[in-house]
Every structure is written in structure tokens, then in C-alpha cells.
């Protein structure tokens, strides 16, 4: 694989390098996508036993399994011909101050978020202001970037629709059987002392 002179993203979340080569890609930005198992130290020294030109930045995500990012950045960061680093954060939510600065500490050149889905436009245009600050503060083309981000936003939509139809609708619920009502008390006969085989017989006005 030729990383040479490209930006080089790696992260596991498949949709979030997509997003960013689309995004880098309206800038005439050359990026290629490593599955996150590769060996990058080693594609990185092989360049540099060459005498190639090395990536121009690194998308790295923070948390990569088997991964130790850390080291990895104060590693890139020690080469005869640095490396500038962006690690990009588990979560979606902003930023804060002191993971940034922790992040610059070990190494990397800047800390971004990932990308929230649900302001695509917002979250394209801070990840592509980041990198073109650490390019050289490279122009912005707008019209491209909006056009990317349209595009995007259909993907997204079409993508959430087929994941809804996916979804299997459960049949449904068959009506209760109605409960048979309770048989009706049976009548009951409750026998007298004086039956008629009980009655004294009479003859002439007397028992007997």
C-alpha cells in the first residue's frame, strides 16, 4: 500500500474514515484508509529506509485495540522527518481542554472529537479546518466542501432508512379467547321430616 506523501486515517469505525476521506477528498486532499490491524511503525520505517517521503498526517484513533497510542506519538514524533499526529477521541462530544493538552503532551499535534451524525455540516468543517491548520493553513475551497457535505448527508439518510427496514416488525398479538362465564349453581332440594311415608296412618281417628 502506498502511504507515501498521503494522509494515512486509522480507525476502526469504518463510517468515521469514510467521512473523512470524503471530506479530505473535496480538498484535492490524497488520503488512504489502513484496516486498523496494520502495521504502522513498520510501513513508516520501511519509508524511511527508502528515503520516501512519509505520510504528510496521521488520523489516528485514540483507543485502537492492541493499539498503544501513546507511545506511538512520542515514537513518530522522535523520526528524522516528524510526523504530525491527529488522534480523534472515543466519544462525539466535545473536547475538553485538559484531555487536549494531555494528548499534545504524549505527542500528537491535536485532539479532535469523532464525528456526530446528527450535525455532520458543523462536525466537517471543524475536523477540516483542524487539518488544514497543521497542513500549512491550506485554503479552504467552499463550494466543494458544501457539496461534499450534501453528499454526505444523503449517504447518512439513505443509510438510516435501510437499517430501518431492516428491522423485523414483530406479527401481531393475537386476541385474548374470551372466558367461558362460570357454570350456574345447580338448584338444590332440601328434604322435609314430614314425607309422606313418614305421616302416622289414621283409622277411625286413631294412630297406628
Not at 528515503?51 to 515514537?75: G, H, K, N, R, V
Not at 472529537?113 to 497542513?135: C, H, M, R, T, Y
Request: with cysteine; charged share 20%.
Amino acid at each position: 500500500m502506498n502511504i507515501s506523501d498521503k494522509i494515512v486515517i486509522l480507525h476502526q469505525g469504518e463510517l468515521q474514515g469514510h467521512i473523512w476521506e470524503k471530506i479530505l477528498q473535496s480538498q484535492g486532499l490524497q488520503s488512504v484508509i489502513l484496516p486498523f490491524s496494520v502495521d504502522l511503525k513498520g510501513e513508516l520505517t520501511e519509508l524511511a529506509r527508502m528515503e520516501q517521503p512519509l505520510p504528510s498526517l496521521i488520523l489516528l484513533e485514540q483507543q485502537l485495540p492492541s493499539f498503544d497510542a501513546s507511545q506511538f506519538c512520542q515514537w513518530v514524533r522522535a523520526l528524522a522527518q516528524p510526523v504530525p499526529v491527529i488522534l480523534i477521541a472515543p466519544q462525539t462530544r466535545k473536547v475538553n481542554l485538559a484531555d487536549r493538552e494531555a494528548a499534545i503532551a504524549m505527542g500528537a499535534t491535536d485532539l479532535l472529537p469523532q464525528f456526530d451524525l446528527n450535525s455532520i455540516a458543523i462536525e466537517a468543517v471543524g475536523g477540516l479546518k483542524a487539518v488544514a491548520k497543521i497542513l500549512g493553513n491550506i485554503n479552504i475551497v467552499n463550494s466543494t466542501l458544501v457539496t461534499c457535505i450534501m453528499d454526505l448527508k444523503r449517504e447518512l439518510e439513505h443509510q438510516q432508512l435501510k437499517n430501518q427496514q431492516k428491522i423485523p416488525v414483530p406479527p401481531p398479538i393475537p386476541p385474548m379467547p374470551l372466558a367461558a362465564p362460570p357454570p350456574l349453581p345447580q338448584p338444590t332440594t332440601t328434604p322435609t321430616d314430614e314425607s309422606p311415608s313418614s305421616k302416622p296412618r289414621k283409622y277411625r281417628g286413631r294412630d297406628y
